[in-house]
């Protein structure tokens, strides 16, 4: 594990290709994604159009899966709880989250890209870490508290295969699918190459 945190105000790459953002529901979205090995340009191009894209879609975090692409990384541009931008890449993303004492959750609101213009209150821990390898297969450390803790959190999930739906009750999942249907209409299926009607994203 890395010693020292990855500098959190690094530019993150540009001149990527917006893509169409899967939804929940194709198989990509709900498998352990593949771990990456090889740290070329094909990978540097990946990321890229992942920043392009998110930045399209005003999110705060996306993962390949969310693109279609079975790699287990994501990028992020997202405050942190004192309103600071944090942004990153991660490869291959290792969680860790206080325990016993130190643990405490933070109840707000979720989103997804992947489930546009939907939002219901997920509780996660307020804190996290994520260990993983940058872009040229570097060691990087990213933590912090919340909505970066948050991000950070949804964003390895997607890397495992979850989505944030798989933990929700029953009762909250079928709110949450409710507004989901709802704003259906306002997001094109090749959104965000198609912008959406409306401005109701998440992460």
């Given at each position: 594990m890395p010693d020292v945190p990855t500098d959190p105000t690094a530019t993150l790459p540009t001149g990527g290709t917006v893509r169409p953002i899967v939804r929940w529901g194709e198989p990509v979205m709900h498998r352990k994604q593949e771990p990456i090995t090889?740290?070329?340009?094909?990978?540097?191009?990946?990321?890229?159009?992942?920043?392009?894209?998110?930045?399209?879609?005003d999110g705060v975090g996306l993962a390949a899966c969310q693109i279609g692409v079975d790699r287990s990384v994501f990028v992020f541009d997202c405050p942190d709880e004192p309103g600071q931008p944090q942004r990153g890449i991660v490869c291959n993303p290792e969680l860790y989250l206080?325990?016993?004492?130190?643990?405490?959750?933070?109840?707000?609101?979720?989103?997804?890209?992947?489930?546009?213009?939907?939002?219901?209150?997920?509780?996660?821990?307020?804190?996290?870490?994520?260990?993983?390898?940058?872009?040229?297969?570097?060691p990087v450390d990213y933590a912090g508290d919340?909505?970066?803790?948050?991000?950070?959190?949804?964003?390895?999930?997607?890397?495992?295969?979850?989505?944030?739906?798989?933990?929700?009750?029953?009762?909250?999942?079928?709110?949450?699918?409710?507004?989901?249907?709802?704003?259906?209409?306002?997001?094109?299926?090749?959104?965000?190459?198609?912008?959406?009607?409306?401005?109701s994203t998440g992460p």
């Open positions: 090889v740290f070329d340009d094909e990978l540097a191009a990946l990321v890229a159009d992942l920043v392009a894209t998110m930045y399209a879609a206080p325990e016993g004492r130190q643990r405490k959750l933070d109840d707000g609101e979720e989103g997804c890209l992947s489930l546009p213009g939907a939002f219901v209150s997920c509780a996660r821990p307020s804190y996290s870490r994520v260990v993983g390898q940058g872009v040229d297969g570097e919340g909505l970066l803790a948050r991000c950070l959190q949804h964003e390895t999930d997607h890397c495992n295969g979850t989505v944030f739906g798989d933990r929700l009750s029953k009762r909250t999942r079928k709110k949450l699918f409710r507004a989901a249907d709802a704003a259906e209409d306002d997001f094109p299926p090749d959104w965000p190459v198609v912008p959406a009607a409306r401005s």
